[in-house]
């Protein structure tokens, strides 16, 4: 069965301190990773993944893929209390009789930044 | 303004009683989808549209109906809701992938919180 698996669940930092956020992956087919920040609404798009060791980077923000080992990083640096979101993985795989269509979440990581 | 938008917000309903919620999208998006997030679960597939009259199931088809008589419009149908529907629903939208190369990079509406007593 496909899954997508984020960890931690939920963490809690201070501001100014950097942390990674993971994400490992079982899926069929694989074309890309995604990751999304979600705050009281809507998810919003961060970056797509499709190579392995290309790191983007957005700002305090970067993303890297492994696609040997099944897994993804997110790290975000010197923390800010705009930062407390969850956080979503997202993978692309070929599921359902060749269509393309399925987009597989995991469950996020709840990251709040304390003042 | 490029956007997806969800009608309703909002909705408290009962047991049996059909509803639809509405999306719709101005980006000429051939690809889009329907997610419900619950706590615990995350966010997970319900129903996904390929192009106008494709549509496919995704993860939690049971109990949903969709239609796409036209690129812009991706209404969801309860035709009889349970309360185990209640839940957060989210529509998505993307570029169709022989296009992007990818339908992944998705834009979401808003959300339409459903409770179904």
């Known amino acids: 069965e496909d899954k997508v698996v984020q960890s931690p669940l939920s963490l809690v930092v201070h501001e100014g301190d950097t942390v990674t956020l993971n994400c490992s992956y079982e899926?069929?087919?694989?074309?890309?990773l995604l990751w999304y920040k979600q705050e009281k609404k809507a998810p919003t798009f961060l970056f797509m993944l499709t190579s392995s060791g290309i790191e983007k980077k957005s700002g305090r923000l970067s993303s890297i893929l492994d696609k040997k080992e099944l897994f993804s990083i997110l790290n975000i640096t010197a923390t800010q209390t705009g930062d407390s979101a969850i956080y979503l993985c997202?993978?692309?795989?070929?599921?359902?009789?060749?269509?393309?269509?399925?987009?597989?979440f995991g469950k996020g990581t709840k990251l709040s930044v304390k003042p | 303004e490029a956007q997806v938008t969800q009608n309703p917000r909002y909705l408290i309903t009962v047991t049996g009683k059909k509803l639809t919620v509405t999306c719709s999208q101005n980006m000429n998006h051939e690809y889009m989808s329907w997610y419900r997030q619950d706590p615990g679960l995350g966010l997970r597939q319900i129903y996904y549209s390929m192009n106008v009259e494709v549509t496919d199931k995704g993860d939690v088809p049971e109990g949903y109906k969709v239609s796409r008589k036209e690129k812009r419009n991706f209404p969801l149908i309860l035709e009889s809701p349970s309360p185990n529907q209640t839940s957060l629903y989210f529509c998505a939208s993307s570029l169709h992938p022989t296009t992007s190369g990818n339908t992944d990079t998705q834009y979401f509406g808003p959300g339409t919180r459903l409770t179904v007593l």
């Open positions: 997202a993978v692309g795989g070929r599921v359902y009789g060749g269509s393309q269509g399925n987009l597989i």
């Open positions: 899926v069929t087919n694989f074309r890309s």
